[in-house]
Each structure stands twice: as structure tokens, then as C-alpha cells.
């Protein structure tokens, strides 16, 4: 393939593609130049997948064939819009109108009011994007998108994943062609260093560096890795970012193969995202097809190629060198560090290995310059982060925040509040590796050191809001479990270490915990910190020592006083019914499975706390809101 | 394995798609993981049997093939249930009352996560995080999602799969 060729399939695709990124009036002009009158764009990603978005589709092929629209109007199934919880989404262009929660037989109606008839169906749009006097806003003017600026999610919901043209449309290709005729090796680097870019994956380590040390590694063969074995439980960006546009992630790939000197990628994904395999493999076919992967690849001679290995469900293997030794075939355990990857990685070759949203950046920085990226963020952390916004959130999704803003913004402006008028407690991020910030730290602006600086970290990017419903010590025991789940037991003080820090948590959940045991876990903690092998054990006190120092007055209350602030924890909470609200229907006594709950019809009953398993099936039977627990 | 061990009922076709799945691979570097998978996806777990048969077209020994297929969740030694029910136990689901969904589910069942029921129908798995945390809760029965659930829900759910049972019976 040519520049010439490059730039033709672009530019037969571009107005297509276009009507979905421009407003209104210009969209409609667009669309004019288009053999569709009008676009209806699906998410096919897993959360609209997981709550119907197939059956969404099926319904609106078949109505646009009973109307006679097949021709006139195009159905696009794109990758993650971002805002998960109002799934399945469905999008028309160019008016942009946007339709939550779609069902079958909505789409039914749309397909006949709207996109016959020309009226849109107010009552089924996002009610956000509908004013009091009838107008509709699109959807990047609501809250949820205004404060988000989209770089590794540039395409995500706006191209067909499986349709490689549509890629090039967006500049697709274009950093490769830049860098492959007319930028040295040493001055692709240069670049990706002077964007100031560093890794997603949670380290953040500066990506330039980690490239221009594998190019120093001599050899002849090199590799190139991507990290998608996304572990960290609530965080799903890399899976959004495979199965919504593969394709920046085989150019970066391609990118830094040609930077460091390497002619075979691997893509080492988790076995559990099957959408995200799927379309990667399709993505990769087509790339080999036109020509982006290969031999003598845009007719300059370099050669590259790539291909995806499984991972099977071990947390460990997102570490570097367990995720290397996982490709080999091995049990996935990491090991010790130096010699680096960059020296001495996969099958002992110098290798590079970023994660799936670092690669996302790759392209655009290497087609848009340096200069361009560096001027987005703060001094130290450039460019922008993907979060995992979820819990206690209203809009639970997808975001993408230039590095700097603040976590209120996030939350109250973004993420649309705390559900039910609750009150925000704190945000955990970098998961079990990560600790908490607590509201007093709300206008901390997000970037690696600010993080880091009030004991919490980047992470890969989940960020889960917790409400005043939440007990911190439970939170804390969560990830614990998870850790000691996923330790792969090569180094004691992993192994052995978390399961002593969750004993611990167990004794103080049960209101059997000493004040010296606190002193016990800071100490395990700090000797966990220093000599285990890999992050995982190292960074696994994280969620304890943060929650530790933030919210000290919880784990007090449940050592010495016996209690649980947020009535989470059941060996210290009972459950009660309000006298006064009680009417006496029964239908907590019916339900009780132990029986432990008497009362004559129409009076107040009771509840027997030694007979209580506090199971909590009572309270949700209630329908009074007379039962409680303390 | 006690409740679970059921004697090894592999066909020679099962057998054949096997071998010729090792044949494709036996040069691949790193070629264990990915045949493992594809041997679960025949034979639906990995008893001892069929990890000698990869060992031995492999040319590796059995320990070590069994090293790795213990190291790994995904892979199970044991058969699962006709229906795999599989809850969410990350931390967006956590937050929001998964541990409860399980409990219900077991309680219901009467087994516990990791085991199969005595018919064969149902089992019960917790994993971390399927990424539709949109949804939270959520559980999977097969390659369905169920969101935004609730205890009482579970039942109908449930119930929905044991009738279909009954109906084909």
C-alpha cells in the first residue's frame, strides 16, 4: 500500500464516518454527500452486549426491512460509548439523538416515528439530551462527555471495530506511514519521550525510556507485548479500548516494533473478553490483508507481525515478567528484576511490553507530535488517564479526563453524583494495588504523584465510589481476599503475608481485633512492601494501609466499641424493627428462614437476636421501612 | 475430587480433534497454554487423562503439564454443571451486594461456589469482574448475563433453567 492508496480509502470513508463526529446542521449537510440518509449507531460492546444490545439490533434490521429503510438508513455496531449503565444505547446521525436503555420494541417505534417520519421519539432519548421546551442537545454537550477529552477512546463508539476502512478514515495508518518513511528509529523514540507519555498499566513509568532501552539491548531478535490481561476487578478500559478499535493497538504495536528493532508482536489478552478476542483477531486478519502487518510493510521493507495468546485467569500474569513467562507456556510467576524485560524478556530477547491504553496513545502522538500531547495535562503526568468509573456513582461507564482534573469533578460533574442523596465516603483507585481518597482530598487533581502523594495510586484506571454505606475495614478485607486468591506463592512474603494481614481483618470484622493488632499489620505491611518479588505483593497492603489512615476511627470503633459505623459487617450489627412503623403485616415472619422473628397480625413484632442469622431477608421484605439495623 | 470424580468417558472423536490440535501447535513456542485451552473447550475440563495425552504429545512431562493447569482458574480439573452459573465478585459488583446474589444461589442450590450439583445441571462459579460493571450485580449462566439483580430474583432465574430441564425430560 501507498501514501496514494493510504489517503484514497481514507478519503471515500471520511464524510461516512464524519456525520458521527460533527454537530447537527453540518451532519445533515455531510450525510447529504452519503449514500445513507441516516445512521443508527449500536454499542456492541460487553456491557450493552450483557444487557441486550443483539437483541436491539435484530429488532431494528428487521423493522428497517419491513419499512423499506434498508437502503437509506445505516446500522453500525461500534464498541463502548462509554455510559454502560444506560445500556443498550443506540444513536442516531446526524441529529445525534440518543437513545438509553433500547428494547425491541422501542426500536420499533424509533424505526417508524423517527427514522420514517422524521420525528424523534422524545420520550425514549437519555433524558439528560431533552430540554423543557422540546429541543434535544447531542450527546457530547451533556455533563457526562463536556469535561471529557478523548484520545484512547478517540474511535471507540464512533467506527465499526470489524470494518478497517472506517479506522482509516480517522487518520487511521497515518503514524505508521510517518514514522516508517520519514522518522528514524531513534527519532520515534525521541518523540514518544517527549510527549511525556507513561504507562497506563499503573506504573507509570516513562514508555520513550522503556523503548529506548530495548533499542540499546543488542540482538537480532527483539519482541513487542501488549498488556490486555486487565485483572484489576471494576476496571474494564482495555477491553473497551480492543473491542472498539483494535486497530490503534496493532499500529502502535507496529510503531514500536519498528523503534526497537522487533518483527513479531504478541497480544497477550484475557481469555474472559471473548467480544475483545474476536474483534482483535478480525482486526488483525485485515491488517495483514491491507498491509499493515507482514512482510515489507507500506513498501519500506520493514516487517512485522503479530498474534494474540490467551491468558486463563490469573491476576498475577498482568505483572511483566509473569506475563512473559505465561506466553511461554509456563506457570504465569513472575521473576526477580534485573535483568528487565527491556534487556532480557520474553524467550530471554529484549522486549517491550505496554499496556492496551498506553499503545492507544501511540498513533496519535506519533501522527500529531509530541508537542501536541505534551500540551494536554499537568508537568508530570501528560496526556490523559482512562477511567473505570463505577459503585456508588450514578452514570457508571467509561471516562476520559485530561490528566489534572479534579476527583470532583469527576464525581459531581461527570459521573452525575451519588445515587439516592448519599453521601460520598471515598474513591478507590489502582484496586487491590491502590488505596482510597477520602472526600476531605475531593479537589485533589488526578495525576500519578498526587496520588501517590496522599497513599493511593493511578493504577490501571478502575475508580470505584463508595457511599457512607460502606464499611472501610470490609473494603479493605475485599481486597485482601483477592490478593490471597491470586498470590501465586513463589515469594513468602506474599504468600504467607496476606493471608496473616486478612486474618487480622477477619478478627477485627468480628469485633475480636486488639489495638495491637494494628500495630501488627502497619509492621507486616512495611516488611511486605520491601522484600516481596512483584508488585503484587508489594502493593498488596496498599487498600489496608490507606484505609488505615484515613479512616482509623472505623477500625477503632470496630476494636474497641464493638461496632460498625456503616453496618456492613455482620458478627457486629443486629437487626431491629422500629415499633412505630411496624403495622403487623407478617410478611417479614413468613420469610424469616430461622423463625427468629414473632408478633401477632397487626401488632408489632419483634425480633429474637439469638435466633437472628442476620440474613438480612426481613429487611428487604419490608414495606414500611420499619426495620433497621444498628 | 470426592463427589466429583467421575470416571473418564472421552469418545475417540473428542480424542482425534485433540490430537490434531497438538499436532498444529507442537512447534509453536509456548505452545502448552493454548492447547490447554483448546483441550478444555473439547472435553469441557481437564481430568488426568487428557492432561497425559497433551503431556505426551507435547513431550513434556505430566507434572508439569499439571502444574500449569492448576496455576490457572480458568482451567478445572473437575467437570462442571450442564448450566455454568458464574456470580461477579469484582469490586463494582462487590460494592453493590454480589456476596449476597451468591449466597442466595448456593442456598437455593444447596451447594457451595466451586462445587456441582448431584443432577449435573447446575454449578457455581465466583469470578472477577466480566466488565459489565454497568450492570452491577451481575451473574452469568452460560454465556447469558444477568443484571441488576436481586436475591429475590435469583429464584425465577433459576427456576427458568430447571423448568426448560423438565420440559426436554
Same mark, same amino acid.
Given at each position: 500500500?501507498?501514501?496514494?492508496?493510504?489517503?484514497?480509502?481514507?478519503?471515500?470513508?471520511?464524510?461516512?464516518?464524519?456525520?458521527?463526529?460533527?454537530?447537527?446542521?453540518?451532519?445533515?449537510?455531510?450525510?447529504?454527500?452519503?449514500?445513507?440518509?441516516?445512521?443508527?449507531?449500536?454499542?456492541?460492546?460487553?456491557?450493552?452486549?450483557?444487557?441486550?444490545?443483539?437483541?436491539?439490533?435484530?429488532?431494528?434490521?428487521?423493522?428497517?426491512?419491513?419499512?423499506?429503510?434498508?437502503?437509506?438508513?445505516?446500522?453500525?455496531?461500534?464498541?463502548?460509548?462509554?455510559?454502560?449503565?444506560?445500556?443498550?444505547?443506540?444513536?442516531?446521525?446526524?441529529?445525534?439523538?440518543?437513545?438509553?436503555?433500547?428494547?425491541?420494541?422501542?426500536?420499533?417505534?424509533?424505526?417508524?416515528?423517527?427514522?420514517?417520519?422524521?420525528?424523534?421519539?422524545?420520550?425514549?432519548?437519555?433524558?439528560?439530551?431533552?430540554?423543557?421546551?422540546?429541543?434535544?442537545?447531542?450527546?457530547?454537550?451533556?455533563?457526562?462527555?463536556?469535561?471529557?477529552?478523548?484520545?484512547?477512546?478517540?474511535?471507540?463508539?464512533?467506527?465499526?471495530?470489524?470494518?478497517?476502512?472506517?479506522?482509516?478514515?480517522?487518520?487511521?495508518?497515518?503514524?505508521?506511514?510517518?514514522?516508517?518513511?520519514?522518522?528514524?528509529?531513534?527519532?520515534?523514540?525521541?518523540?514518544?519521550?517527549?510527549?511525556?507519555?507513561?504507562?497506563?498499566?499503573?506504573?507509570?513509568?516513562?514508555?520513550?525510556?522503556?523503548?529506548?532501552?530495548?533499542?540499546?539491548?543488542?540482538?537480532?531478535?527483539?519482541?513487542?507485548?501488549?498488556?490486555?490481561?486487565?485483572?484489576?476487578?471494576?476496571?474494564?478500559?482495555?477491553?473497551?479500548?480492543?473491542?472498539?478499535?483494535?486497530?490503534?493497538?496493532?499500529?502502535?504495536?507496529?510503531?514500536?516494533?519498528?523503534?526497537?528493532?522487533?518483527?513479531?508482536?504478541?497480544?497477550?489478552?484475557?481469555?474472559?473478553?471473548?467480544?475483545?478476542?474476536?474483534?482483535?483477531?478480525?482486526?488483525?486478519?485485515?491488517?495483514?490483508?491491507?498491509?499493515?502487518?507482514?512482510?515489507?510493510?507500506?513498501?519500506?521493507?520493514?516487517?512485522?507481525?503479530?498474534?494474540?495468546?490467551?491468558?486463563?485467569?490469573?491476576?498475577?500474569?498482568?505483572?511483566?515478567?509473569?506475563?512473559?513467562?505465561?506466553?511461554?507456556?509456563?506457570?504465569?510467576?513472575?521473576?526477580?528484576?534485573?535483568?528487565?524485560?527491556?534487556?532480557?524478556?520474553?524467550?530471554?530477547?529484549?522486549?517491550?511490553?505496554?499496556?492496551?491504553?498506553?499503545?492507544?496513545?501511540?498513533?496519535?502522538?506519533?501522527?500529531?507530535?509530541?508537542?501536541?500531547?505534551?500540551?494536554?495535562?499537568?508537568?508530570?503526568?501528560?496526556?490523559?488517564?482512562?477511567?473505570?468509573?463505577?459503585?456508588?456513582?450514578?452514570?457508571?461507564?467509561?471516562?476520559?479526563?485530561?490528566?489534572?482534573?479534579?476527583?470532583?469533578?469527576?464525581?459531581?460533574?461527570?459521573?452525575?453524583?451519588?445515587?439516592?442523596?448519599?453521601?460520598?465516603?471515598?474513591?478507590?483507585?489502582?484496586?487491590?494495588?491502590?488505596?482510597?481518597?477520602?472526600?476531605?482530598?475531593?479537589?485533589?487533581?488526578?495525576?500519578?504523584?498526587?496520588?501517590?502523594?496522599?497513599?493511593?495510586?493511578?493504577?490501571?484506571?478502575?475508580?470505584?465510589?463508595?457511599?457512607?454505606?460502606?464499611?472501610?475495614?470490609?473494603?479493605?478485607?475485599?481486597?485482601?481476599?483477592?490478593?490471597?486468591?491470586?498470590?501465586?506463592?513463589?515469594?513468602?512474603?506474599?504468600?504467607?503475608?496476606?493471608?496473616?494481614?486478612?486474618?487480622?481483618?477477619?478478627?477485627?470484622?468480628?469485633?475480636?481485633?486488639?489495638?495491637?493488632?494494628?500495630?501488627?499489620?502497619?509492621?507486616?505491611?512495611?516488611?511486605?512492601?520491601?522484600?516481596?518479588?512483584?508488585?503484587?505483593?508489594?502493593?498488596?497492603?496498599?487498600?489496608?494501609?490507606?484505609?488505615?489512615?484515613?479512616?482509623?476511627?472505623?477500625?477503632?470503633?470496630?476494636?474497641?466499641?464493638?461496632?460498625?459505623?456503616?453496618?456492613?459487617?455482620?458478627?457486629?450489627?443486629?437487626?431491629?424493627?422500629?415499633?412505630?412503623?411496624?403495622?403487623?403485616?407478617?410478611?417479614?415472619?413468613?420469610?424469616?428462614?430461622?423463625?427468629?422473628?414473632?408478633?401477632?397480625?397487626?401488632?408489632?413484632?419483634?425480633?429474637?437476636?439469638?435466633?437472628?442469622?442476620?440474613?438480612?431477608?426481613?429487611?428487604?421484605?419490608?414495606?414500611?421501612?420499619?426495620?433497621?439495623?444498628? | 475430587?470426592?463427589?466429583?470424580?467421575?470416571?473418564?468417558?472421552?469418545?475417540?472423536?473428542?480424542?482425534?480433534?485433540?490430537?490434531?490440535?497438538?499436532?498444529?501447535?507442537?512447534?509453536?513456542?509456548?505452545?502448552?497454554?493454548?492447547?490447554?485451552?483448546?483441550?478444555? /473447550? =473439547?472435553?469441557?475440563? +481437564?481430568? !488426568?487423562?487428557?492432561?497425559?495425552?497433551?503431556? #505426551? %504429545? $507435547?513431550?513434556?512431562?505430566? *507434572?508439569?503439564?499439571?502444574?500449569?493447569?492448576?496455576?490457572?482458574?480458568?482451567?478445572?480439573?473437575?467437570?462442571?454443571?450442564?448450566?455454568?452459573?458464574?456470580?461477579?465478585?469484582?469490586?463494582?459488583?462487590?460494592?453493590?451486594?454480589?456476596?449476597?446474589?451468591?449466597? /442466595? =444461589?448456593?442456598?437455593? +442450590?444447596? !451447594?457451595?461456589?466451586?462445587?456441582?450439583?448431584? #443432577? %449435573? $445441571?447446575?454449578?457455581?462459579? *465466583?469470578?472477577?469482574?466480566?466488565?459489565?460493571?454497568?450492570?452491577?450485580?451481575?451473574?452469568?449462566?452460560?454465556?447469558?448475563?444477568?443484571?441488576?439483580?436481586?436475591?429475590?430474583?435469583?429464584?425465577?432465574?433459576?427456576?427458568?433453567?430447571?423448568?426448560?430441564?423438565?420440559?426436554?425430560?
Amino acid at each position: 500500500m501507498t501514501l496514494e492508496e493510504l489517503n484514497k480509502i481514507k478519503k471515500e470513508n471520511e464524510e461516512l464516518v464524519m456525520v458521527r463526529k460533527v454537530v447537527k446542521e453540518k451532519g445533515e449537510e455531510l450525510a447529504k454527500h452519503t449514500q445513507y440518509r441516516k445512521q443508527v449507531l449500536v454499542c456492541g460492546g460487553t456491557g450493552c452486549t450483557s444487557s441486550g444490545s443483539k437483541k436491539v439490533v435484530a429488532a431494528l434490521e428487521a423493522a428497517l426491512k419491513e419499512n423499506g429503510l434498508e437502503d437509506e438508513i445505516l446500522v453500525v455496531r461500534t464498541g463502548c460509548f462509554g455510559l454502560c449503565s444506560l445500556g443498550p444505547i443506540m444513536i442516531v446521525y446526524p441529529e445525534g439523538a440518543f437513545y438509553a436503555q433500547a428494547t425491541p420494541e422501542g426500536v420499533a417505534k424509533i424505526v417508524k416515528e423517527h427514522l420514517k417520519e422524521g420525528n424523534i421519539v422524545k420520550e425514549l432519548l437519555y433524558k439528560e439530551t431533552v430540554h423543557e421546551d422540546g429541543s434535544i442537545t447531542p450527546l457530547s454537550e451533556t455533563n457526562f462527555y463536556k469535561k471529557q477529552m478523548r484520545i484512547a477512546l478517540r474511535n471507540c463508539g464512533v467506527i465499526d471495530p470489524e470494518n478497517i476502512e472506517e479506522y482509516i478514515a480517522l487518520d487511521g495508518y497515518q503514524g505508521l506511514y510517518k514514522a516508517l518513511t520519514s522518522m528514524t528509529p531513534d527519532e520515534v523514540i525521541k518523540e514518544v519521550l517527549d510527549s511525556g507519555l507513561r504507562g497506563r498499566g499503573g506504573g507509570g513509568f516513562p514508555t520513550g525510556r522503556k523503548w529506548m532501552f530495548a533499542k540499546a539491548s543488542p540482538g537480532d531478535v527483539k519482541y513487542v507485548c501488549c498488556n490486555a490481561d486487565e485483572g484489576d476487578p471494576g476496571a474494564f478500559m482495555d477491553r473497551s479500548i480492543l473491542e472498539g478499535d483494535p486497530q490503534c493497538i496493532i499500529e502502535a504495536m507496529a510503531i514500536a516494533g519498528y523503534a526497537i528493532g522487533a518483527h513479531h508482536g504478541f497480544v497477550y489478552v484475557r481469555a474472559e473478553y471473548p467480544i475483545a478476542v474476536q474483534r482483535l483477531s478480525i482486526a488483525i486478519e485485515q491488517a495483514k490483508k491491507y498491509g499493515f502487518l507482514g512482510k515489507n510493510i507500506l513498501g519500506t521493507g520493514f516487517d512485522f507481525d503479530l498474534e494474540i495468546r490467551l491468558g486463563a485467569g490469573a491476576f498475577v500474569c498482568g505483572e511483566e515478567t509473569a506475563l512473559m513467562t505465561s506466553i511461554e507456556g509456563n506457570r504465569g510467576e513472575p521473576r526477580p528484576r534485573p535483568p528487565f524485560p527491556a534487556v532480557k524478556g520474553l524467550f530471554e530477547k529484549p522486549t517491550v511490553l505496554n499496556n492496551v491504553e498506553t499503545y492507544a496513545n501511540i498513533a496519535q502522538i506519533i501522527y500529531k507530535g509530541s508537542e501536541w500531547y505534551s500540551s494536554i495535562g499537568t508537568e508530570t503526568s501528560r496526556g490523559t488517564k482512562v477511567f473505570a468509573l463505577g459503585g456508588k456513582i450514578t452514570n457508571v461507564g467509561l471516562v476520559e479526563i485530561p490528566m489534572g482534573t479534579t476527583l470532583r469533578e469527576i464525581i459531581e460533574e461527570i459521573g452525575g453524583g451519588i445515587p439516592n442523596g448519599k453521601k460520598f465516603k471515598a474513591a478507590q483507585t489502582g484496586g487491590p494495588s491502590g488505596g482510597c481518597i477520602p472526600s476531605e482530598h475531593i479537589d485533589t487533581p488526578i495525576d500519578y504523584d498526587s496520588l501517590l502523594s496522599i497513599g493511593s495510586m493511578m493504577g490501571s484506571g478502575g475508580m470505584i465510589i463508595l457511599d457512607e454505606d460502606t464499611c472501610m475495614v470490609d473494603i479493605a478485607k475485599f481486597y485482601l481476599e483477592f490478593t490471597v486468591d491470586e498470590s501465586c506463592g513463589k515469594c513468602t512474603p506474599c504468600r504467607v503475608g496476606t493471608r496473616k494481614l486478612l486474618k487480622y481483618l477477619d478478627k477485627i470484622t468480628q469485633g475480636k481485633g486488639t489495638m495491637e493488632d494494628l500495630e501488627n499489620i502497619d509492621e507486616l505491611a512495611k516488611h511486605m512492601q520491601k522484600s516481596s518479588l512483584c508488585a503484587l505483593g508489594q502493593t498488596a497492603p496498599n487498600p489496608i494501609l490507606s484505609t488505615l489512615h484515613f479512616f482509623k476511627d472505623e477500625y477503632i470503633a470496630h476494636i474497641q466499641d464493638k461496632t460498625c459505623p456503616a453496618c456492613v459487617c455482620k458478627s457486629l450489627i443486629r437487626y431491629e424493627i422500629i415499633a412505630d412503623k411496624c403495622k403487623g403485616c407478617t410478611l417479614c415472619a413468613r420469610n424469616c428462614p430461622v423463625k427468629a422473628i414473632s408478633g401477632t397480625v397487626k401488632q408489632p413484632h419483634v425480633i429474637d437476636a439469638d435466633k437472628c442469622i442476620k440474613c438480612g431477608l426481613c429487611m428487604s421484605n419490608c414495606k414500611f421501612g420499619a426495620i433497621i439495623t444498628k | 475430587m470426592a463427589e466429583n470424580s467421575l470416571t473418564f468417558q472421552g469418545t475417540k472423536a473428542q480424542e482425534e480433534q485433540l490430537m490434531s490440535v497438538i499436532e498444529q501447535n507442537k512447534n509453536v513456542p509456548g505452545a502448552l497454554l493454548p492447547v490447554l485451552h483448546e483441550a478444555q /473447550e =473439547i472435553y469441557g475440563y +481437564l481430568p !488426568i487423562e487428557v492432561q497425559q495425552m497433551v503431556a #505426551d %504429545g $507435547l513431550g513434556v512431562s505430566l *507434572s508439569e503439564v499439571f502444574g500449569v493447569a492448576t496455576f490457572y482458574s480458568r482451567f478445572s480439573l473437575t467437570p462442571k454443571g450442564k448450566h455454568k452459573i458464574s456470580v461477579c465478585l469484582g469490586t463494582a459488583c462487590y460494592v453493590k451486594g454480589s456476596d449476597k446474589i451468591l449466597a /442466595e =444461589i448456593e442456598n437455593q +442450590l444447596g !451447594i457451595k461456589s466451586g462445587e456441582c450439583t448431584p #443432577d %449435573g $445441571l447446575f454449578s457455581i462459579d *465466583s469470578c472477577r469482574c466480566v466488565g459489565a460493571c454497568g450492570l452491577a450485580p451481575v451473574m452469568m449462566i452460560d454465556e447469558d448475563v444477568y443484571g441488576k439483580l436481586t436475591p429475590k430474583e435469583v429464584g425465577k432465574i433459576l427456576k427458568k433453567y430447571m423448568d426448560e430441564e423438565g420440559g426436554a425430560k
